[in-house]
């Protein structure tokens, strides 16, 4: 089993909603970019629940149009060994200091969890600090987690209570 560890935090000061994940997959880790397996929904999603096509730009483009509408991205595990992509196969993990990166958010409205095991760490690593803001469970972006798009769009369209 392999170490695996997260990506920077991608925020600023005017960041509303921390969308956090569990731990960046193979096809992500090997691109060196948030959501990079093409059947993620991720992008799609975003681009559905900020009405700006994310999609079709480069990754960068991506991560400034995020910023510039107040999004922004981290995972809940620093570091973990894992073999393949799936959260259930996370063992030994260490997360992240997402009391710290709240701590530099002063705009900061809502934590939105990516999926169960992103909501299961995050919660417990939150233990009572994340009470000024909504917390959020979302169904999974990963095509691992079956749900349909239609279904995970409703859910995710919950964001735009904070964004607006």
Not at 89 to 114: M, V, Y
Request: with cysteine; aromatic share 8%.
């Amino acid at each position: 089993m392999t170490t695996k560890r997260c990506f920077p935090p991608v925020v600023d000061p005017h960041t509303r909603v921390l969308v956090l994940g569990s731990l960046p997959g193979e096809v992500s880790l090997a691109q060196a970019q948030y959501y990079a397996h093409k059947q993620n929904r991720f992008w799609h999603l975003m681009t559905d629940v900020l009405g700006v096509d994310l999609v079709g730009l480069d990754y960068e483009s991506r991560l400034a149009t995020l910023r510039q509408h107040r999004v922004g991205l981290w995972d809940v595990v620093a570091e973990a060994r894992r073999e393949g992509s799936l959260d259930s196969s996370i063992r030994d993990h260490q997360g992240n200091d997402l009391i710290g990166l709240i701590a530099t958010l002063p705009e900061l409205r809502a934590i939105a969890f990516n999926g169960g095991t992103a909501a299961k760490i995050g919660e417990k690593a939150l233990a009572g600090h994340g009470d000024r803001h909504a917390i959020v469970k979302l169904p999974s972006s990963s095509p691992a987690y079956t749900l349909a798009y239609a279904q995970k769009l409703i859910a995710w369209q919950a964001l735009r209570e904070w964004l607006a």
